[in-house]
């Protein structure tokens, strides 16, 4: 079983920049590959950025790439989202999600932070 919570969230103006961390309860994060997704009012939960168990191999929705970091300490069992150049459009419900190396899904999900970008 793993526990996630993510905080970090809040209101920024567009073109600014905010972190989001993820702690993770689990004694074995080294074994759980991690993701963030989001869902805006309305729409359905998308993937953002996703990491490998090792830290490697991170890969990007296009809408994001070159704007978002993601990045883990599996010493301190975290997981961070570093936003840059946000936009409007990046508004939404951040989601941290953790699935175990083999498995074909997500398994684990945090509660989620608000991420608010004004213009």
């Known amino acids: 079983q793993v526990q996630l919570v993510e905080s970090g969230g809040g209101l920024v103006q567009a073109a600014g920049s905010l972190r989001l961390s993820c702690a993770a309860s689990?004694?074995?994060?080294?074994?759980?590959?991690m993701g963030w997704f989001r869902q805006a009012p309305g729409k359905e939960r998308e993937f953002v950025a996703a990491i490998s168990r090792s830290g490697g191999s991170p890969n990007y929705a296009g809408s994001v790439e070159g704007r978002f970091t993601i990045s883990r300490d599996n010493a301190k069992n975290m997981v961070y989202l570093q936003m840059n150049s946000l936009k409007p459009e990046d508004t939404a419900v951040y989601y941290c999600a953790a699935r175990m190396f083999f498995s074909p899904k997500y398994d684990y999900w945090g509660q989620g932070t608000q991420v608010t970008v004004s213009s």
């Open positions: 689990a004694r074995t994060f080294s074994r759980y590959d």
